[in-house]
């Protein structure tokens, strides 16, 4: 058995059963609507949807078993499932309050939480806040160098036998997971929404069809620029730095447009939601609210992809040519 230290054990024992939960909840749950649901669009959806969102929880077990033989795969693969995991819940807990204090959705649409539901919501809140807190000590954690060791498989920890084998610096290799996930969640989302909704790009709507190739090769763009930033090809890296930059630019032509409200609702009306919750064609929100949350994100994402372009090249030139 690999010596660990106890807070790797603990992470990896937290992560086991975060994962164990996750899995037999939402399977319990798609088990008990699977009767009680309608059969029209969208909810017909939501039993295949709900049995995706519980094996992915198996990632999770697996990543626990790695951790604890002390692969380094797991190790990163834990700082990126730390990521997804505090960025969902941080979501969640920010919507969970919103629904309770009211500082998000406008009053008059018929979305009000009862005050006996509030104490309810308000305790998801506070699970979401505590799996965020966990997530984030994952991501901080795995990150430290002194962890990193004792997943190098050799006994005597010097570093520069640990870096003959040159590998792709963490931050970046958290963004190439990040990236790949997003591919295959878009994937698994095609049929409900990707392939449904049309692009906006630069306040241009373009036609279904259109639609369908562009959100296409902005995917199997997203899969390969991840999978190259891991193999650590030069390429890779220009190319999400561009993806990210021409995304953050359109999305800010888009968001302050004037056309922007009714792309809204052309995309509401191609998943039906229009005619299933017409509370949310009554949704408005500043639009330069939602183009600032988009954008600080994403700049400071192409912010740190700037920064760590030297350690980037450093690794590729390591690999070329290794220590001897």
């Given at each position: 058995m690999p010596k660990l230290t106890r807070a790797v054990r603990v992470a990896a024992g937290s992560i086991l059963l975060l994962s164990l939960a996750h899995s037999l909840?939402?399977?319990?749950?798609?088990?008990?609507?699977?009767?009680?649901?309608?059969?029209?669009?969208?909810?017909?959806?939501?039993?295949?949807?709900?049995?995706?969102?519980?094996?992915?929880?198996?990632?999770?077990?697996?990543?626990?078993?790695?951790?604890?033989?002390?692969?380094?795969?797991?190790?990163?693969?834990?700082?990126?499932?730390?990521?997804?995991?505090?960025?969902?819940?941080?979501?969640?807990?920010?919507?969970?309050?919103?629904?309770v204090f009211g500082f998000v959705l406008p009053s008059g649409i018929g979305i009000e939480v009862p005050i006996a539901s509030k104490s309810a919501v308000l305790r998801f809140a506070l699970g979401y806040f505590l799996v965020c807190a966990l997530a984030i000590w994952w991501v901080f954690l795995?990150?430290?160098?002194?962890?990193?060791?004792?997943?190098?498989?050799?006994?005597?920890?010097?570093?520069?036998?640990?870096?003959?084998?040159?590998?792709?610096?963490?931050?970046?290799?958290?963004?190439?997971?990040?990236?790949?996930?997003?591919?295959v969640v878009s994937l698994l989302s095609w049929p409900l929404i990707l392939g449904r909704i049309p692009v906006m790009l630069f306040a241009h709507i373009f036609s279904r069809e259109a639609s369908q190739w562009i959100w296409a090769a902005n995917t199997l763009l997203f899969l390969a620029c991840g999978i190259g930033?891991?193999?650590?090809?030069?390429?890779?890296?220009?190319?999400?730095?561009?993806?990210?930059?021409?995304?953050?630019?359109?999305?800010?032509?888009?968001q302050l447009s004037p056309l922007y409200?009714?792309?809204?609702?052309?995309?509401?009306?191609?998943?039906?939601?229009?005619?299933?919750?017409?509370?949310?064609?009554?949704?408005?929100?500043?639009?330069?609210?939602?183009?600032?949350?988009t954008a600080i994100p994403t700049a400071l994402l192409i912010a740190g992809l700037v920064y760590y372009r030297p350690s980037f090249l450093k690794a590729i030139e390591s690999s070329r040519h290794p220590a001897q």
């Open positions: 909840f939402w399977s319990f749950l798609a088990l008990a609507l699977k009767k009680d649901l309608p059969s029209e669009f969208p909810y017909n959806d939501f039993i295949p949807v709900f049995w995706m969102i519980a094996a992915a929880g198996l990632v999770g077990l697996g990543v626990a078993m790695g951790i604890l033989c002390a692969r380094n795969w797991a190790r990163i693969s834990a700082i990126a499932l730390g990521a997804i995991v505090g960025s969902v819940s941080a979501c969640g807990m920010l919507v969970s309050l919103a629904l795995f990150s430290r160098k002194s962890v990193a060791c004792q997943f190098s498989g050799n006994a005597n920890p010097v570093v520069p036998d640990l870096q003959q084998k040159a590998a792709c610096p963490p931050p970046i290799a958290l963004l190439a997971w990040l990236m790949m996930f997003s591919s930033l891991i193999k650590l090809q030069r390429w890779s890296y220009t190319g999400a730095i561009a993806l990210h930059t021409f995304w953050l630019v359109s999305l800010l032509f888009t409200e009714t792309y809204t609702r052309i995309c509401l009306d191609a998943l039906e939601l229009s005619h299933t919750n017409p509370s949310l064609s009554h949704l408005h929100f500043p639009q330069w609210l939602f183009a600032v949350a």
